[in-house]
Nanobody, 121 residues
Framework: QVQLTESGGGLVQAGGSLRLSCAAF????????MAWYRQGPGKPRELVAKITSDGRVNYLDSVKDRFTISRDNAKNSMDLQMRSLKPDDTAVYYCNVEVETIPWSNERHYWGQGTLVTVSS
């Protein structure tokens, strides 16, 4: 069983910054990737940023020049630094991981509980 702990959401004015953090706990052998998704009001959940174990990253086009994802493999954690926030970034942000557990399990994907980011205009 793997648990994800998220932190860092909140209310910020447009143009401001926030940093989200996610840490994974449990019987983890390795983490293949860590990712942030978000779901805005009335919108489907979408991938915001993803980082693999070897550091490859990809971003949603609309955040590419404003958000930075980083990862600490030793701590099984990742951060999402968000800058120049816009009202359209308002959403619940979810941490998502793909892991290999000890002992092996075919349950490999886990989600955090979500953290709300609200950007006021």
């Amino acid at each position: 069983q793997v648990q994800l702990t998220e932190s860092g959401g909140g209310l910020v004015q447009a143009g401001g910054s926030l940093r989200l953090s996610c840490a994974a706990f449990g019987s983890i052998r390795s983490i293949n990737y860590m990712a942030w998704y978000r779901q805005g009001p009335g919108k489907p959940r979408e991938l915001v940023a993803k980082i693999t174990s070897d550091g490859r990253v990809n971003y949603l086009d609309s955040v590419k020049d404003r958000f930075t994802i980083s990862r600490d493999n030793a701590k099984n954690s990742m951060d999402l630094q968000m800058r120049s926030l816009k009202p359209d970034d308002t959403a619940v942000y979810y941490c998502n991981v793909e892991v290999e557990t000890i002992p092996w399990s075919n349950e490999r994907h886990y989600w955090g509980q979500g953290t709300l980011v609200t950007v006021s205009s």
